[in-house]
Structures are given as C-alpha cells and as structure tokens.
Nanobody, 120 residues
Framework: QVHVVESGGGLVQAGGSLRLSCAAS????????MGWYRQAPGAQRELVAS????????NYADSVKGRFTISRDNAKNTVSLQMNSLKPEDTAVYYC?????????????WGQGTQVTVSS
C-alpha cells in the first residue's frame, strides 16, 4: 500500500507565494515520476508540473512557467512546488501524483488534494 500526502495549500492574495509539499510512502521500490496537477471548479484536471526522479528532468504547463518551480528530495520521497506571483486563475485543488515501481510493476497513486485560493 502506498500513501501520497499533500500539504501547504491555503489562501493568498494575488502576487503572493505558496509552497506545496508531497510525500509518498509505503510499498515503494523506486519512484519514476512525481507531479502536481490541479482542478478548478467545472474544469478538467490538468498537469501543472512534473519531475522525473532519477534525472530530475522537469516539465511545466505553459501557464506556470517562470512562476512555479518543482523540486525533489530523493531521500525522503518528497516533492515540493514553489508557487510565486500567484494569480486568481491559479485557484484550484492541487493534487500530487506519484508513479512508483514495486516488484517490477508500475503504479500510479494520487493524494487527497489541497485547496489553493488566490484572491484578487
């Protein structure tokens, strides 16, 4: 069993910053990719940023490039998302996803989500 737990959401004014953290634990032999997704009311879930754990290659949605930074701590199986210059359109529930490998099989797990609200 694998647990993915997010923390760090909240309410912030436009132009402010927040930092989200995500920790994966449990039956994990290795982690392939971890990523942050978000879902606003009435919208589909979208990728915000992802990081390949082994090589640290990152990928960002165009809407957050230059404002958000994803980073990892391999020893702790955690990733963080530093969000700067936040805009009201960044308001959403943010979900962490961990793509892990256990006994030769890849699995994908989601956290419960954390609310980010940016006021104008």
């Amino acid at each position: 069993q694998v647990h993915v737990v997010e923390s760090g959401g909240g309410l912030v004014q436009a132009g402010g910053s927040l930092r989200l953290s995500c920790a994966a634990s449990g039956s994990i032999d290795s982690i392939n990719v971890m990523g942050w997704y978000r879902q606003a009311p009435g919208a589909q879930r979208e990728l915000v940023a992802s990081i390949i754990i082994g090589g640290a290659r990152t990928n960002y949605a165009d809407s957050v490039k230059g404002r958000f930074t994803i980073s990892r701590d391999n020893a702790k199986n955690t990733v963080s998302l530093q969000m700067n210059s936040l805009k009201p359109e960044d308001t959403a529930v943010y979900y962490c996803n961990a793509n892990i490998r256990h006994r030769g099989v890849n699995y994908s797990y989601w956290g419960q989500g954390t609310q980010v609200t940016v006021s104008s």
